[in-house]
Structures are given as structure tokens and as C-alpha cells.
């Protein structure tokens, strides 16, 4: 199954399954259920209850609940400062600066953890368009192990995940330099401030090694036909297979079915298709180099 998204961290504000369409599939992934749970409830979506990290088994997470944030005229903002395995440091700073004891407002709640590879592993999932990752100050954590063993079809097409002075900054350029050198692209990047983000997108024209393997994306497409090639006129059969054999004859990019047709596109990145295109990608993304 190739999901259109997957989201590590919601706190019910500016998250992805609130944007998306009544067709998209994707995971909302949050240890704090009452966030989860006033989430829209979409047919091709699902809400995950559990902490993400670099293990398995089961942690605590703070956060303070939001009728504690009322009654104590607490700023807004705190509702997105949740953590796992300790109270969040902006949190323990905004309480000590309004002289509130911690555990005046702070709830603990135990929840399952779980690698990013086992979720996909459970949910099926063989790819997706965009990973976002948003768990005050572990998104390295989460990402490094991700990548740890997460095989090419696996490896999201876009990423957006939190840079900001929450992390270790010579642990996100670390992270910034591997993906780069993996075949990503930056789209944007921020790092250190109060509110910095990473927006890394996969440029299938750097990826590396024996292309072997076939990810199928309904509804996206790829951009650019190598150099004198017509799609009135095509070098190859009109059929899957054919299509295939040229393009990796070519090194292309992958195959985009549409208008009755499977065209070799040599584009750089997977796009969406637009509301009235029905299109479906073939991507050749190389096996794990040995």
C-alpha cells in the first residue's frame, strides 16, 4: 500500500489529516488519545494511539490536558508542548516562570512505543508521498532509526520534520547531510530557532545503485520525458513491461501511465496529479546497496 501520508505528532492543530482530501490514505500517529481523538475521522485514514521512538515497549507522556490550560490561564502554545519519558523543558520554563508547580498541571499517561518500521509493517504500508514529523526534539531520533534499515521503496518522497533549538544542532545537520547524500533535495531549511523547520523532497534522478525494484503510486505522476523521447511515437510497446525495460535501459526516472498511454518520464520528483488526471507511477528505485 502506497499512503499519501504519514504524521508523528499532531496535538490536533495544522496536521495533514485535517487537509486531506475524502480519497487520501495516510496515518496520524500521536501518544496522546484526547488530541487523537477530536481529529477528523477520514475512510481512507487511521488514528494510531502510541508513542514513535527508537524502541520497543511501552513510555510515559507529558502534557498538560486543555481544560488545565484554562483553568490555570496558561498560554495556548503549551497544548503542543507534549513529550515522552520526561515534562517538556519549554513547559518546566513557562511553570517555574509563572510559579505553577509542575504537578499542579502535568498528566502522565503510559502508552505503547513503536519503531516507524513496525508501524508500516502492521499497516502494510511499502511507501509514501510525505512523512512529517513533529515530536519536540525527537524527530532526529525517529528519523535516524527510520532510515537504519528502511529499504528504498520505504523512503518517503517528501519529509517535513522540526529543526529547531528543541534538537541537537550538530545531530540535525548529521541527519540533513545523510539524506542529502541518500538523494534528497532541500526544499526548505531551518535550523535552531523557536519555530524551524526541514522540508527535504527525494530527487529520483540522484538515486543510486541497481534499479530493481517497482513502487506503484496511484494518483501522482512523474514530470519530463528523457532527451528525444515522443509519446506519440513511442520507442518501446504500449504496455508495463515494455515500458519498464526501456526506462531502465535509460536509467528514467520511472514509467506514468495516462491517456491510455505508459510513458518513460525522466522527472526529478513523484508530484500529485491534478483533480481531473487519473494517473499511476511506476517508479525503479535501486535495491539496498550490500
Known amino acids: 500500500m502506497f499512503l499519501d501520508f504519514?504524521?508523528?505528532?499532531?496535538?490536533d492543530f495544522n496536521t495533514l489529516i485535517q487537509a486531506a482530501g475524502p480519497a487520501a490514505?495516510?496515518?496520524?500517529?500521536?501518544?496522546?488519545?484526547?488530541?487523537?481523538?477530536?481529529?477528523?475521522?477520514?475512510?481512507?485514514?487511521?488514528?494510531?494511539?502510541?508513542?514513535?521512538?527508537?524502541?520497543?515497549?511501552?513510555?510515559?507522556?507529558y502534557f498538560i490536558p486543555p481544560q488545565v490550560i484554562a483553568k490555570h490561564r496558561l498560554p495556548n502554545w503549551l497544548r503542543g508542548c507534549n513529550s515522552i519519558g520526561a515534562p517538556h523543558p519549554t513547559v518546566a520554563r513557562q511553570l517555574d516562570k509563572m510559579g505553577i508547580a509542575p504537578e499542579l498541571v502535568l498528566m502522565r499517561q503510559p502508552v505503547p512505543c513503536h519503531r516507524l518500521q513496525t508501524v508500516l509493517r502492521q499497516q502494510d504500508v511499502q511507501g509514501v508521498f510525505m512523512l512529517k514529523v513533529d515530536t519536540e526534539g525527537h524527530d532526529a531520533v525517529i528519523l535516524n532509526d527510520f532510515f537504519s534499515d528502511a529499504t528504498p521503496e520505504q523512503w518517503p518522497h517528501q519529509i517535513i520534520f522540526e529543526s529547531n533549538k528543541l534538537s541537537d544542532?550538530?545531530?540535525?545537520?548529521?541527519?540533513?547531510?545523510?539524506?542529502?547524500?541518500?538523494?534528497?533535495d532541500i526544499v526548505a531549511c531551518e535550523t535552531g530557532g523557536g519555530a524551524s523547520d526541514t522540508h527535504l523532497r527525494l530527487n529520483l534522478n540522484?538515486?543510486?545503485?541497481?534499479?530493481g525494484s517497482i513502487q506503484t503510486a496511484k494518483g501522482y505522476y512523474l514530470e519530463g520525458y528523457p532527451k528525444n523521447y515522443s509519446p506519440l511515437n513511442?520507442?518501446?510497446?504500449?504496455?508495463?513491461?515494455?515500458?519498464?525495460?526501456?526506462?531502465?535501459?535509460?536509467?528514467?526516472?520511472?514509467?506514468?501511465?495516462?491517456?491510455?498511454?505508459?510513458?518513460?518520464?525522466?522527472?526529478?520528483?513523484?508530484?500529485?496529479?491534478?483533480?481531473?488526471?487519473?494517473?499511476?507511477s511506476w517508479m525503479r528505485l535501486p535495491e539496498t546497496s550490500p
Do not use: W
Open 6 to 11: 504519514i504524521e508523528i505528532g499532531t496535538s
Open 234 to 280: 513511442l520507442p518501446h510497446e504500449n504496455n508495463l513491461d515494455s515500458a519498464l525495460k526501456y526506462a531502465n535501459q535509460l536509467q528514467a526516472a520511472g514509467v506514468t501511465f495516462q491517456y491510455g498511454r505508459y510513458e518513460v518520464r525522466q522527472g526529478r520528483y513523484l508530484h500529485h496529479s491534478v483533480k481531473d488526471l487519473k494517473v499511476q
Open 206 to 211: 540522484r538515486l543510486k545503485g541497481e534499479r
Open 25 to 61: 490514505h495516510g496515518l496520524s500517529i500521536d501518544p496522546i488519545s484526547l488530541y487523537l481523538d477530536r481529529l477528523p475521522n477520514r475512510p481512507g485514514c487511521k488514528k494510531i494511539n502510541a508513542a514513535i521512538s527508537n524502541f520497543e515497549g511501552t513510555v510515559e507522556v
Open 169 to 184: 544542532s550538530e545531530t540535525i545537520h548529521r541527519l540533513i547531510a545523510k539524506l542529502i547524500l541518500m538523494g534528497y
